[in-house]
């Protein structure tokens, strides 16, 4: 709120948005995805992310270990750039 001058709205909607965080029941198991949040090149959501935050609170962990892939994992990227997406 500091560069809007709203800072006193902003730190309700902070917490009201903890809050419901808060109150997301911890799911019963984990499931393990990954999370392509770019084509061309491909780019995978890592663990120490923002959206690997969010996949956690809904019971998703990401796959993928690092921020974004590595040349480790081309081979695997290759093939998963020739299946057909819905566009």
Known sequence: GALTD?????AQLSGQIRE???RIPA???AYRVLYFIWRRP???AG???F?????RRGGLV?????RYPSKIIAYFLQKI???KFME
């Open 42 to 44: 491909w780019m995978i």
């Open 6 to 10: 709203r800072r006193e709205a902003a």
């Open 20 to 22: 419901a965080f808060r």
């Open 27 to 29: 799911p019963a198991r």
């Open 81 to 83: 750039a020739r299946i």
């Open 51 to 55: 959206i690997a935050d969010i996949l």
């Open 62 to 66: 990401s796959c993928f270990d690092g």
């Open 47 to 49: 663990r120490e992310t």
